[in-house]
């Protein structure tokens, strides 16, 4: 059985196929485009594995009921030519075969929980930092998702701008805070009043309090 598998992200696509034991067969690194230009070599390349089921994780927001028509779409992205674009529908191509979708990070913490840093852990947090900033729970060895799916995700979180610190806005996105295109952008015109402290300083104070946040609110204990 050959098992294929997609982060998609916003910046590029990774894509690879396996065996059932894990041996992987081929990975391939796509950018992240437009639709029309990312998804055809996507589509060509599980179809040219013949792949027996698909496992997809993706930046969102995706539409994550089971049951919904459009269920693994990309909804109200921020990348604006992928908005409620079918992903997940596009690329199955009407193959039947077993196939799932997750947000990336809910798909990272699951990965790490079952053969990672957290495997044999019940309870585990996982932030990751990369275009934007994500977060994602696993309780009881499962992915928590919420009432809306949204979970543990705090890449559209807002933070009030507690130190105010010129080059940050009264409340903004988490993403807009300490995501890898902010950093880059506000590395040269962000600074303290006082002047002893750096972006970086920054950067990590809130990225603390998403985590603090993400503590408070999960009463159980956790791993990593």
Same mark, same amino acid.
């Given at each position: 059985?050959?098992?294929?598998?997609?982060?998609?992200?916003?910046?590029?696509?990774?894509?690879?196929?396996?065996?059932?034991?894990?041996?992987?067969?081929?990975?391939?690194?796509?950018?992240?485009?437009?639709?029309?230009?990312?998804?055809?070599?996507?589509?060509?390349?599980?179809?040219?594995?013949?792949?027996?089921?698909?496992?997809?994780?993706?930046?969102?927001?995706?539409?994550?009921?089971?049951?919904?028509?459009?269920?693994?779409?990309?909804?109200?992205?921020?990348?604006?030519?992928?908005?409620?674009?079918?992903?997940?529908? +596009?690329? /199955?191509?009407?193959?039947?075969?077993?196939?799932?979708?997750?947000?990336?990070? +809910?798909? @990272?913490?699951?990965?790490?929980?079952?053969?990672?840093?957290?495997?044999?852990?019940? +309870?585990?947090?996982?932030?990751?930092?990369?275009?934007?900033?994500?977060?994602?729970?696993?309780?009881?060895?499962?992915?928590?998702?919420?009432?809306?799916?949204?979970?543990?995700?705090?890449?559209?979180? @807002?933070?009030?701008?507690?130190?105010?610190?010129?080059?940050?806005?009264? @409340?903004?996105?988490?993403?807009?805070?300490?995501?890898?295109? @902010?950093?880059?952008?506000?590395?040269?015109?962000?600074?303290?009043?006082?002047?002893?402290? +750096?972006?970086?300083?920054?950067?990590? /104070?809130?990225?603390?309090?998403?985590?603090?946040?993400?503590?408070?609110? /999960?009463?159980?204990?956790?791993?990593?």
């Amino acid at each position: 059985m050959r098992l294929g598998a997609l982060e998609a992200g916003g910046t590029k696509m990774v894509l690879a196929v396996y065996w059932e034991d894990g041996t992987e067969i081929e990975r391939i690194t796509i950018p992240t485009e437009s639709p029309e230009e990312t998804m055809p070599p996507m589509i060509d390349f599980f179809r040219r594995h013949q792949v027996d089921a698909l496992g997809v994780g993706s930046f969102g927001p995706l539409e994550l009921h089971p049951e919904a028509p459009n269920y693994g779409s990309i909804t109200s992205t921020p990348k604006l030519k992928w908005k409620d674009y079918p992903l997940l529908k +596009n690329l /199955l191509g009407g193959r039947d075969i077993p196939a799932k979708i997750d947000t990336d990070v +809910n798909a @990272a913490a699951l990965a790490e929980a079952t053969m990672g840093a957290a495997r044999g852990c019940g +309870n585990t947090v996982y932030v990751t930092i990369g275009t934007g900033v994500g977060g994602g729970v696993i309780l009881d060895g499962k992915v928590f998702h919420g009432f809306n799916f949204a979970g543990a995700d705090i890449d559209y979180c @807002a933070e009030e701008n507690i130190l105010g610190v010129k080059g940050f806005v009264a @409340a903004e996105y988490y993403s807009a805070i300490g995501g890898g295109a @902010a950093c880059k952008d506000r590395e040269a015109c962000c600074c303290y009043a006082d002047k002893r402290k +750096n972006f970086y300083d920054v950067h990590c /104070l809130y990225l603390s309090l998403s985590l603090g946040r993400e503590f408070q609110f /999960l009463s159980k204990s956790f791993a990593r």
